[in-house]
């Protein structure tokens, strides 16, 4: 096979791609069609299928609209484009060459108006595309004097169908066209937002279960027996000594009263560490490299190194944050692992932990969590001196007991100070426990509805930045229609060829690798990075260029020529395998086998209400797949016979109905 610039080619193609790549569906309804929906809305949605370059559902529901009486100028207007739309009138049925015949003969009993005006227009361009350039003068100069939308919708649809002499006379207001629309509505800054995974809703870490039924439950015994072994201990000593009891009760009270209520605010706020956790990011089961929890984590590493506070580097921000950082990797890991998704639709709540972390470092907030913690060195003094000032006061009770009573009262005072020890400690770790639970699940639950509503703003700020942001269909594909117009137009000129060389021309649409995909519902997959392949269709071969774009910029790398005879393209196949997709494979009689991707597999990548075979046939037919597999099959197929057949010159002329 012969090159234009030398080269050898490789059948490896770039191409070519391997594997599923995840798209991202958006939740729109602007191609839902209710089953009981009017013919009016049958028809705007097919028109919306037309604008967004999916012609063969445009079709479907115009002609639907217009069976259940939904007609007028208008209506035909645009059932014309959509049987014309990324066609050639070789590509036409009989039966639809006839049906287009029978509107024509419609035009005189509609009314007068720019709609009609259209229609007419476009009847006449069919019936001068086998004309000379002399002859279309005339139906040249009403095109221009229509509308714009008009006149734009027909040069558009009518790409295919306009050839020759004809098209020669449009290429330039075409290409002027493209150039002014390429980077419109602000194309750089906003195709992202299309490819964008859609996020998954905010979540926090809920507040822990109490654990404090037990201590309840047990509470009330170990009390009674404290009150019991504590009354019976003073009760002897008031007995034994009646002014030396009463001074101790005191000391007692006033001791056990301070080391209760400083008690608390040590003891009884300080939280104890949690039993679970890291016990989910230590037994993940998917935890292994590529797993949900390590992209967590490397998101995490991500965000925190480029979202560093003033002074630090990224390594040291990393070091001082690694606590800060695994613990919050650690719960995003849990609270979002059940969901099977990928980690690109939690990135927005990570990107914002990131951003709030670096705001409390600069607050001085980080780690305000611990200081607030920590018990004051003087708390823990009062409730040290309290227990032991307590304890020299029962102490004292029990000498006060021994010295002044015979026996068996110093036995009984004895097991009352015993019973007081016990049943003291165990009530009062009781009642600690408790009084701790409460403050931690109130705390946590403080520390959770604030954290659900800070993530749940954040949340709501990025969907809607998402919304405001991301294009429409139609802007996606007018962007990829001005793409393909610019790359047909430097390949003429490279070729130094005009549209009155060519008899007829292709371009194959098709994603490359890697990529990024989304489609609203219903719609056709769009793809972050694109293949263009141009066939230009000569009296002495086909002419092959194929280039990678990058749709986000319009930028193109990786540009191939190939020339060939038409007897050349020996064979030509469509293969479809349902885990992988639609390949597509030229076998050149002196070159390798061509195995091109056309499209990916729809199975993981539908919506619940939604049909495989209708999205594929969708994607193929906004690609402009279709066409380009009748011609490349009709080539291998005739060789040198089919160029007789379908030159410009050769086309049967359209008869206008009278």
Same mark, same amino acid.
């Given at each position: 096979?012969?090159?234009?610039?030398?080269?050898?080619?490789? =059948?490896?193609?770039?191409? =070519?791609?391997?594997?599923?790549?995840?798209?991202?569906?958006?939740?729109?309804?602007?191609?839902?069609?209710?089953?009981?929906?009017?013919?009016?809305?049958?028809?705007?949605?097919?028109?919306?299928?037309? #604008?967004?370059?999916?012609?063969?559902?445009?079709?479907?529901?115009?002609?639907?609209?217009?069976?259940?009486?939904?007609?007028?100028?208008?209506?035909?207007?645009?059932?014309?484009?959509?049987?014309?739309?990324?066609?050639? @009138?070789?590509?036409?049925?009989?039966?639809?060459?006839?049906?287009?015949? /029978?509107?024509?003969?419609?035009?005189?009993?509609?009314?007068?108006?720019?709609?009609?005006?259209?229609?007419?227009?476009?009847?006449?361009?069919?019936?001068?595309?086998?004309?000379? =350039?002399?002859?279309?003068?005339?139906?040249?100069?009403?095109?221009?004097?229509?509308?714009?939308?008009?006149?734009?919708?027909?040069?558009?649809?009518?790409?295919?169908?306009?050839?020759?002499?004809?098209?020669?006379?449009?290429?330039?207001?075409?290409?002027?066209?493209?150039?002014?629309?390429?980077? !419109?509505?602000?194309?750089?800054?906003?195709?992202?937002?299309?490819?964008?995974?859609?996020?998954?809703?905010?979540?926090? *870490?809920?507040?822990?279960?109490?654990?404090?039924?037990?201590?309840?439950? %047990?509470?009330?015994?170990?009390?009674?027996?404290?009150?019991?072994? =504590?009354?019976?201990?003073?009760?002897?000593?008031?007995?034994?000594?009646?002014?030396?009891?009463?001074?101790?009760?005191?000391? %007692?009270?006033?001791?056990?009263?301070?080391?209760?209520?400083?008690?608390?605010?040590?003891?009884?706020?300080?939280?104890?560490?949690?039993?679970?956790?890291? %016990?989910?990011?230590?037994?993940?089961?998917?935890?292994?490299?590529?797993?949900?929890?390590?992209?967590?984590?490397?998101?995490?590493?991500?965000?925190?190194?480029?979202?560093?506070? @003033?002074?630090?580097?990224?390594?040291?921000?990393?070091?001082?944050?690694?606590?800060?950082? !695994?613990?919050? *990797?650690?719960?995003?890991?849990?609270? @979002?692992?059940?969901?099977?998704?990928?980690? #690109?639709?939690?990135?927005?709540?990570?990107?914002?932990?990131?951003?709030?972390?670096?705001?409390?470092?600069?607050?001085?907030?980080?780690?305000?969590?611990?200081?607030?913690?920590?018990?004051?060195?003087?708390?823990?003094?009062?409730?040290?001196? *309290?227990?032991?000032?307590?304890?020299?006061?029962?102490?004292?009770?029990?000498?006060?007991?021994?010295?002044?009573?015979?026996?068996?009262?110093?036995?009984?005072?004895?097991?009352?100070?015993?019973?007081?020890?016990?049943?003291?400690?165990?009530?009062?770790?009781?009642?600690?426990?408790?009084?701790?639970?409460?403050?931690? &699940?109130?705390?946590?639950?403080?520390?959770?509805?604030?954290?659900?509503?800070?993530?749940?703003?954040?949340?709501?700020?990025?969907?809607?930045?998402?919304?405001?942001?991301?294009?429409?269909?139609?802007?996606?594909?007018?962007?990829? $229609?001005?793409?393909?117009?610019?790359?047909?137009?430097?390949?003429?000129? /490279?070729?130094?060829?005009?549209?009155?060389?060519?008899?007829?021309?292709?371009?194959?649409?098709?994603?490359?690798?890697?990529?990024?995909?989304?489609?609203?519902?219903?719609?056709?997959?769009?793809?972050?990075? /694109?293949?263009?392949?141009?066939?230009?269709?000569?009296?002495?071969?086909?002419?092959?260029?194929? $280039?990678?774009?990058?749709?986000?910029?319009?930028?193109?790398?990786?540009?191939?020529?190939?020339?060939?005879?038409?007897?050349?393209?020996?064979?030509?196949?469509?293969?479809?395998?349902?885990?992988?997709? @639609?390949?597509?494979?030229?076998?050149?009689?002196?070159?390798?086998?061509?195995?091109?991707?056309?499209?990916?597999?729809?199975?993981?990548?539908? *919506?619940?209400?939604?049909?495989?075979?209708?999205?594929?046939?969708?994607?193929? $037919?906004?690609?402009?797949?279709?066409?380009?597999?009748?011609?490349?099959?009709?080539?291998?197929?005739?060789?040198?016979?089919?160029?007789?057949?379908?030159?410009?010159?050769? &086309?049967?002329?359209?008869?206008?109905?009278?």
């Amino acid at each position: 096979m012969s090159h234009g610039n030398g080269a050898t080619f490789n =059948s490896a193609d770039h191409d =070519s791609t391997v594997g599923i790549q995840a798209g991202t569906v958006h939740n729109s309804n602007v191609y839902f069609v209710h089953p009981d929906a009017s013919p009016q809305e049958k028809y705007r949605v097919g028109v919306r299928f037309l #604008e967004d370059g999916v012609s063969s559902r445009a079709r479907e529901m115009i002609t639907d609209a217009l069976a259940h009486g939904y007609d007028g100028a208008e209506v035909r207007f645009h059932w014309v484009l959509a049987i014309l739309s990324g066609r050639t @009138y070789h590509d036409l049925s009989t039966e639809e060459v006839h049906r287009l015949h /029978y509107t024509s003969g419609l035009l005189r009993i509609y009314a007068e108006g720019e709609w009609k005006e259209a229609l007419r227009v476009t009847f006449d361009l069919l019936a001068v595309l086998s004309a000379t =350039s002399g002859e279309t003068g005339a139906v040249l100069k009403q095109l221009h004097d229509l509308p714009l939308r008009q006149r734009d919708a027909i040069l558009r649809h009518l790409d295919l169908m306009l050839t020759g002499g004809l098209r020669d006379d449009l290429w330039a207001e075409t290409c002027e066209r493209a150039a002014a629309e390429r980077f !419109g509505n602000d194309r750089i800054r906003r195709v992202w937002a299309y490819f964008a995974p859609v996020p998954i809703g905010a979540r926090a *870490a809920p507040p822990r279960p109490s654990t404090a039924a037990a201590a309840r439950a %047990a509470l009330p015994v170990r009390a009674a027996l404290f009150a019991f072994s =504590s009354a019976l201990l003073w009760a002897l000593a008031l007995i034994a000594d009646p002014a030396k009891a009463i001074a101790e009760v005191l000391v %007692a009270l006033g001791a056990g009263l301070t080391a209760a209520l400083s008690g608390v605010r040590w003891w009884g706020r300080e939280p104890r560490p949690d039993p679970t956790a890291g %016990a989910g990011a230590r037994h993940d089961p998917i935890s292994a490299e590529g797993g949900f929890t390590n992209s967590v984590r490397r998101s995490f590493d991500h965000y925190f190194s480029v979202r560093t506070p @003033y002074g630090f580097t990224a390594e040291a921000w990393l070091a001082h944050t690694a606590p800060v950082r !695994g613990s919050l *990797a650690a719960e995003i890991a849990d609270l @979002y692992r059940e969901s099977r998704i990928g980690v #690109e639709r939690v990135t927005w709540l990570i990107r914002y932990l990131a951003e709030d972390t670096r705001n409390r470092h600069n607050n001085g907030t980080l780690f305000e969590d611990h200081r607030q913690d920590r018990t004051p060195a003087r708390t823990k003094a009062l409730t040290v001196a *309290a227990l032991a000032l307590l304890a020299t006061a029962a102490l004292a009770a029990f000498g006060t007991v021994v010295s002044g009573a015979a026996s068996p009262r110093p036995l009984w005072a004895f097991l009352a100070v015993l019973g007081a020890a016990w049943s003291g400690h165990a009530t009062a770790s009781r009642w600690l426990e408790i009084r701790r639970e409460e403050h931690r &699940l109130a705390r946590e639950t403080q520390r959770y509805q604030e954290q659900l509503t800070a993530r749940q703003i954040a949340y709501e700020r990025w969907k809607e930045l998402l919304d405001v942001t991301r294009p429409s269909e139609q802007e996606m594909e007018t962007w990829l $229609s001005c793409d393909k117009t610019s790359f047909i137009d430097e390949a003429l000129r /490279y070729h130094r060829l005009t549209w009155r060389d060519l008899i007829t021309h292709t371009v194959l649409v098709t994603p490359a690798r890697p990529h990024k995909r989304g489609r609203v519902r219903g719609g056709p997959w769009r793809y972050s990075r /694109y293949v263009f392949r141009l066939f230009l269709f000569t009296q002495d071969g086909i002419r092959e260029i194929s $280039s990678e774009f990058d749709f986000s910029d319009a930028t193109r790398k990786n540009e191939q020529r190939s020339n060939y005879r038409f007897d050349a393209l020996s064979s030509v196949q469509v293969t479809e395998n349902a885990d992988i997709g @639609y390949d597509l494979e030229l076998v050149l009689t002196n070159g390798p086998t061509r195995k091109i991707r056309i499209k990916d597999a729809e199975a993981h990548q539908l *919506a619940p209400d939604e049909n495989a075979q209708e999205i594929s046939e969708i994607t193929l $037919s906004a690609a402009g797949s279709t066409h380009t597999f009748r011609l490349l099959e009709g080539i291998a197929a005739d060789g040198k016979g089919w160029i007789e057949r379908h030159s410009p010159t050769n &086309l049967t002329p359209f008869q206008i109905a009278g």
